[in-house]
């Protein structure tokens, strides 16, 4: 049913399609639909260069159909980067499903969401993401073999989670290395926002360092667990962006680095695992620089999820996936090096050697 007939001067406005949002030479976008199911979703294929384009599907509660677009082709975007940076034979993508997962998500939706990604013919993996959990994946896996992060039960590698929060511990080590002289993480105040699936398994890596960590998060009750269950302190001011600290961690959802927050940062370092934590790249990332605040590329350090969900594909195991999200140590290092030595920003430095490993792909086919 159309319930909005844009006018001519709208028309004009919003046209053209692939210049609005964050479309950005993105290969392919898929609306999908299912009314019996509720489903409504969006996966966005950005790059196929390197290989299949493999990204997560987060669900959430998007308050505007518009959200969920921009938010798939920001994310699919920097799935791109992510593959490319560290190493991986895989292309961007992503994938969005509108709604609360925890009233709308049902086995026959997310079954139903896996007979789209099906259809895409393995040009696009899927995995999880926010809203997501490893048995959402097998349930996927029912209807198509495009989905990585399936449950060990299930010939998968797992819940990518605690890789993921592996490779930010060592990327932030890595950045902490950089800034202080010393990658020992022992006293050093660090904020995480976000103690999820990722977050909570950073605070536990960095409270058994000897951190001072201090937790946030929307969820009253996992703060109780988390701060009982690893000995840290929850956050009890009003501004988090304002706090004295060393670290700032964000592990929640993108682009808290943004024109309401930037000025107010007061840390040394920000390193963590949430997406796009940069609202505009090439505004955010500049003031940062300007600001002498060293920042980790999100796509760089939170990339143990990728090199956890690419072992499916490739069929290699617990030690390699080990030993390449360590690698997350060298490669933050060699980039934050890179930037000071080229003036760069850490994340253009970051970019730049993606888009060279893609260039040549691209050269050489
Ligand atoms: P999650 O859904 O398990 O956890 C997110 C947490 O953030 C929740 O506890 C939620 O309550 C909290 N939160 C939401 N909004 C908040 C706010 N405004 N302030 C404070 N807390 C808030 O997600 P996750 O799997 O832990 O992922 C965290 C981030 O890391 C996401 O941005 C995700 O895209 C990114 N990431 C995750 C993985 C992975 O392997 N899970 C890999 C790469 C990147």
């Known amino acids: 049913m159309i ?40 996966i ?15 669900m959430y509660n998007y308050q ?9 082709l920001r994310l699919s975007r920097g799935m791109t980067y992510k593959a490319a940076i560290t190493g991986l034979n895989l292309g961007g993508g ?27 013919g393995g040009k696009y993996y ?20 495009y989905v990585t992060g399936i449950s060990e039960e299930k010939g998968g590698a797992g819940n990518p989670s605690p890789v993921t929060a592996y490779g930010v511990y060592m990327g932030m080590k890595a950045s902490a290395k950089f800034a202080y002289g010393t990658d020992n ?16 398994e950073l605070v536990r890596l960095t409270a058994e360092e000897g ?34 600290a060393d670290i700032y961690a964000p592990c929640a959802l993108g682009a808290t680095i943004n024109n309401d927050t930037i000025d107010k940062l007061k840390v040394k370092v920000i390193a ?25 590329p999100d796509f760089l350090i939170n990339a143990g999820g990728i090199i956890n969900v690419y072992a499916e594909i490739e069929g290699y195991g617990r030690e390699q996936i080990k030993s390449k999200t360590e690698n997350i140590y060298n490669t933050t290092l060699d980039i934050l090096n890179k930037a000071k030595a080229t003036g760069m920003t850490t994340n253009a430095a970051a970019m730049s050697i993606a888009e060279e490993r893609i260039a040549s792909k691209k050269n050489s086919k």
């Open 44 to 58: 966005g294929v950005h790059n196929t260069i390197l290989g299949p384009a493999l990204g997560g599907t987060r």
């Open 211 to 244: 951190a001072n960590v201090i937790i946030a998060d929307i969820n009253q009750e996992r703060l109780e667990q988390v701060s009982a269950a690893y000995g840290v302190d929850i956050y009890r001011g009003q501004d988090l962006y304002a706090e004295e």
């Open 272 to 296: 963590g695992a949430a997406n796009n934590q940069l609202a505009t790249e090439n505004i955010h990332g500049p003031l940062l620089q300007e600001r002498g605040i060293v920042y980790a």
């Open 3 to 42: 319930t909005e007939v844009l006018t001519a001067n709208q028309l004009k406005k919003e046209a053209p399609v692939f210049g609005q949002l964050s479309f950005n030479d993105h290969e392919q976008v898929v609306f999908c639909q299912d009314k019996d199911t509720g489903l409504k979703a969006i």
């Open 126 to 145: 899927t995995a999880e993401d926010v809203g997501m959990e490893t048995s959402d994946m097998d349930t996927v896996r029912e209807v198509t073999p």
């Open 94 to 120: 992503k994938a969005v499903i509108i709604g609360d997962p925890k009233t709308v998500k049902t086995p026959a939706l997310m079954r139903r969401f896996g007979e789209f990604v099906h259809t895409l």
């Open 185 to 200: 993480l022992e006293g050093k105040k660090i904020l995480v926002q976000g103690i999820g699936h990722v977050g909570e």
């Open 64 to 72: 505007t159909e518009w959200d969920a677009l921009n938010d798939v």
